[in-house]
């Protein structure tokens, strides 16, 4: 058959990312050179660029001349790169990954203003803001320049840092999205003094997931700084971010960037997490989910003797003491059905076979593949219990 | 400031793409080994994969036992990849691409399957099949393994068997989609038996661009059997096929592969087709536009002095051999305004720098920055009275 002599077409290559996490304070302000040098730095004869810039709406009421500080801020350089129009101003929180209608408004604006592959989108504000405009950014002609000014903890310590963007449809969280590195990270560690509370802690779970898998000694820090973090020194938080981004850079780059593989050890404490956020309609903030999350599979770690007492206790306590509620009135409520539920949704969406990261001790993750659901409520009940 | 000790964090990585194009007749015949050895080859122990399979409606109505055929092939392995409940059936062509609701279904299909990161989509169809389903299949869970089967010459010579997908939106053609390498590819040579004469011929137009920008040698082989391509000779539509896959793959590979720059020298002749097709309303097949798009910058080239006659002739004469009609009349009726505009949308989709690439010879491209609309018309002029 002549098909025979039709040999085989191999197509093998590799693609280059390379982007860079700069640190900084007041990043708008006319002096300050690091987006205006990065832009400069990129340009190229023949056309000047575009950038739509993003911004989260609790910014705006935080920073009432942010607008105008960014305005006056690229009037410095509009023969490099020029603003559009107008910056878009959307609400962020989760449920900007919920919105359709916001997803669909940020498309046109891509559309309306003319921004092509070689211009920019410059997001500003929190992980649930980067995750959308990031996928827009994505899938808008195939991939705009993305540029990422994290304003959280959790985002300069993580997501903001990272390849990923997504948005929640069908119910499920993430369940669009793609991999797609930014082309530039800007950390304002200044925009970290407008989180409330709240998200300033909850910010800190992904330091501490990223210590108990990756660093003994970054634990140890977060322990020995545990009094000065959770009451807001700014220079504290500011290496506790630069830390848990530097071991997250270097877990994506040395590792599998596009998950390819079936194993994410750094999902630590994230399957419970991912399902008490559904449960509690999103009422928890990410971070404190991954908190209850990690505290849960912590006493599991120990109720398998997989990991010893002493490292059991120092992680609760470290957890309470940087003010973490470490159980959730919904975890017994759905022990048996709705957290094996949540570990089947979370073995899909990564897909393969189920995989799960344990502690065998500080800094020494452990993969195993099932869950013993008895064992399971038992860890339940100790945690509700725990003083 | 404290800010200055916390040093920039450069993330640097190369994702890793493999997949190989395999030629093959009746793929779902019980004895065809090809389709059924990838998917063995990739086995993993843990979990049965499953497979969602979308399938080109046209297809059905030629082959009405093809789903019958489909289900049967893979009982033969079903310990190793499981078909879906059912087999998609959707309608093929360009408007495929421009229905948000079936997009929608092919991702609600993706959730009630159950089809995870590691489990399987495989497309079967035309070229605008295959960037449909292969858009679900990148944004779906951030990524699900698609397996591709082109079902066209143009889908298997060229779009099938490279690494984009997209659909349509804001009346912009492939406004939405992403860079997205399938994990195989088999090209089915019969199913080619199943074309109709229009979409046979159309599909031979992006072999002789390719033929023009990188290969004169097969330039002058299609030109040598001209007479048995346009009397649908199966064995050579196959080393057609074949040779531009294997230049397209070698373009994408040793290349640029996720356009990351500015040029995209692939695309001779294509900035008129884009515009033709919308101007008129898709009446022509991509094929015919590009037929018509390589005519006019054959001519552009030779009216600015960069191409010798003769070779402008032996251009013509082959597309018109061929059968290629190389004139319409919306190319006069919008020479100016329509065409100009083109030209920007084109230079918008791609970014930065406007780069269209036109010939100095066969087989010889040259990169030029802008178009003299004089001239333009003149070529226009020239084509409405070509005989």
């Known amino acids: 058959m002549f098909e025979d002599f039709l040999s085989p077409i191999s197509s093998e290559f590799q693609v ?3 982007y860079t996490v700069q640190f900084t304070k007041g990043i708008f302000h006319l002096t300050n050179p690091s987006l205006r040098n990065f832009l400069i730095s990129e340009q190229k004869e023949g056309a000047i660029k575009k950038a739509l810039v993003v911004l989260d709406e609790g910014l705006t009421l935080h920073y009432p001349n942010l607008m105008t500080e960014i305005k006056t801020y690229f009037q410095g350089f509009d023969s490099v790169v020029q603003l559009t129009g107008n ?3 959307i609400p962020g929180g989760e449920e900007c990954k919920n919105n359709p209608i916001l997803w669909e408004s940020l498309v046109e604006a891509v559309d309306t203003y003319g921004i092509d592959r070689h211009s920019y989108i410059v997001a500003i504000g929190g992980g649930a803001i980067l995750d959308l405009v990031g996928y827009v950014a994505a899938v808008s002609h195939r991939g705009i320049r993305l540029i990422r000014i994290p304003t959280t903890v959790l985002s300069q310590n ?7 963007n997504s948005i929640n449809h069908q119910g499920k969280k993430n369940f669009l999205g793609t991999f797609a590195p930014p082309v530039a990270v800007f950390n304002d560690l200044q925009f970290l003094e407008s989180l409330d509370d709240r998200d300033w802690r909850s910010g800190m779970a992904e330091a501490i997931k990223v210590s108990l898998i990756k660093d003994k000694d970054f634990f140890h820090w977060i322990e020995s700084n545990g009094y000065f973090l959770q009451s807001r020194n700014l220079e504290k938080m500011s290496y506790l971010i630069h830390r848990c981004a530097e071991l997250h850079i270097d877990h994506i780059a040395n590792g599998d960037p596009f998950e390819f593989g079936s194993s994410r050890p750094l999902d630590f404490g994230h399957w419970a997490a991912h399902k008490l956020e559904y449960l509690t309609k999103f009422s928890l903030r990410h971070g404190e989910a991954v908190a209850i999350g990690m505290a849960l599979d912590t006493v599991y770690s120990y109720q398998k003797d997989f990991l010893p007492k002493e490292d059991k206790d120092r992680i609760l306590s470290l957890l309470k003491k940087l003010g973490f509620v470490i159980y959730h009135p919904e975890l017994s409520a759905n022990a048996k059905e709705n957290l094996y539920l949540g570990l089947q949704e979370f073995r899909e969406h990564l897909g393969g076979r189920l995989t799960i990261t344990l ?10 593949h099932e869950i013993d659901l008895k064992i399971l409520a038992q860890s339940v009940d100790f945690l509700e219990t725990y003083v």
Request: no cysteine; proline share 9%; hydrophobic share 40%.
């Open 16 to 18: 280059p990312y390379r």
């Open 359 to 368: 502690l065998a001790g500080i800094g020494e993750p452990r993969e195993i």
């Open 158 to 164: 993580d997501s903001g840092v990272g390849v990923k």
């Open 87 to 89: 910056i878009m101003v």
